[in-house]
């Protein structure tokens, strides 16, 4: 692993621009970004996964062949590039990369890019509405990218540019649980 | 003193006894002579008369000289004594009156200190009786205010405890609910509400 920080500047540049080359020439570089987005993601927080990836002992190809099945889903770009920085040992720089590549591709269409999360599927009226709300927010064009996840039981989650608004239901109840069990404050949510 | 008086009175006795004696026998003598009829039987004799006149004056000389002052004397001497004794016991009497007087004097001190040290000590026996009862209860009282302290915190605790598990409870059911209680639409019009009052991404 290069210690060197400028170095490893250079090399996280290098992956991303890279892989914007490519995702450019396949016309997928807002979906690139969300499936490098997930992946970095899932490595990092799957402790025994990054582990093996990192692991010397097992061989290269195993390990390369690992990624190409965990996330058999993912443009060849981003496999390929995967593949790569497990045989240099860089899989460490990889949440580096998504977010210097989540920059250049922004750049390159001229949006942001943003992560919308709700319990059911939006309709068109939905869309609209965000949609608006986003671009009066940033003042730019706005490329949405929907997930839909019961789990957070309601409401919405959207992800830009590392910021969050967290307006779910299970957040909510999360906040009143907490309120009613400390029972001083009587705050009516 | 009384033995040399005896032996005065004894030597004049004598004395006496000799002279009466000495005089007594001629007039024995003469008596078987004379005529002892009517008042002269009765009358003294001159003859008989004057020799015993002397030997009377004699005798009494003797007595008056040796006898009397020795008799006298004894006398006063006992009379002394008898003074003496009388005055004795009398000091004795008035001496003893007088321990006596003091005597119920101090018996009477006694016993009022007595009384005294009595009802002191009843007093202090009260006194501590008192303040051994004030501090048990002083002690009692505290650990009763302890034990209601303790009590009182315990039961915050659970009340708290029971303050949690309740809102566990209501939000897990209030999550169920919502997740599943809710139309797609009923969804959909809760995010447009969200989406309108939340802030900016931009933030």
């Known amino acids: 692993m290069p210690s060197d920080r400028s170095l490893q500047r250079a090399i996280v540049a290098t992956y991303a621009s890279v892989l914007l080359g490519e995702a450019r020439e396949a016309g997928t570089v807002f979906e690139v970004d969300g499936e490098l987005s997930a992946i970095a993601d899932i490595v990092s927080g799957n402790a025994r996964l990054m582990a093996a990836l990192k692991d010397d002992s097992i061989a290269v190809d195993a390990r390369k062949n690992l990624v190409s099945t965990v996330f058999a889903q993912a ?50 009226h939905l869309r609209e509405v965000i949609n608006d709300k ?44 907490v309120a009613l069990a400390s029972g001083r404050s009587g705050s009516e949510g | 003193m009384r033995a040399q008086a005896k032996q005065h009175m004894l030597r ?26 009517g008042i002269n ?52 009497r008035i001496e003893s009156e007088r321990v006596l007087e003091q005597n119920r004097a101090e018996l009477a001190d006694a016993k009022q200190l007595a009384s005294e040290i009595v009802s002191q000590a009843r007093v202090s026996g009260e006194a501590v009786k008192v303040e051994i009862t004030q501090k048990a209860q002083a002690d009692a009282e505290a650990m009763m205010e302890k034990a209601r302290q303790t009590i009182e915190q315990e039961r915050e605790l659970t009340a708290a405890e029971l303050q949690r598990s309740v809102a566990d409870l209501s939000v897990a059911v209030a999550g169920r609910l919502i997740g599943s ?23």
Not at chain 2, 70 to 89: G, H, N, P, Y
């Open chain 1, 75 to 124: 443009a060849p770009a981003v496999r390929s590039m995967l593949g790569l920085m497990v045989e240099r040992q860089e899989v460490g720089l990889l949440r580096q990369v998504r977010e210097e590549y989540t920059r250049i591709a922004e750049e390159e269409l001229g949006a942001v890019f943003v992560t919308v999360t709700t319990a059911v599927t939006l309709d068109d």
């Open chain 2, 12 to 37: 004049a006795g004598a004395a006496g006894a000799v002279a009466s004696l000495a005089l007594i026998v001629p007039s024995l003598a003469f008596a078987a002579e004379r005529e002892t009829t």
């Open chain 2, 181 to 203: 209680d809710l139309t797609d639409d009923e969804h959909r019009r809760l995010i447009e509400r969200y989406v309108k009052e939340a802030g900016s991404l931009n933030a």
């Open chain 1, 134 to 177: 986003l671009v009066g927010d940033f003042g730019t064009k706005v490329l949405v990218r929907e997930t839909v996840d019961p789990q957070i039981l309601g409401g919405i989650v959207m992800d830009a540019r590392g910021k969050r608004i967290d307006a779910s239901v299970r957040t909510q109840l999360e906040r009143a649980r």
């Open chain 2, 41 to 92: 039987a009765i009358l003294p004799q001159m003859d008989e008369f004057i020799p015993m006149l002397v030997a009377f004056i004699v005798l009494v000389i003797i007595l008056g000289k040796f006898g009397w002052p020795a008799f006298d004397a004894v006398l006063k001497k006992r009379e002394e004594t008898i003074r003496d004794s009388i005055e004795k016991s009398e000091e004795a």
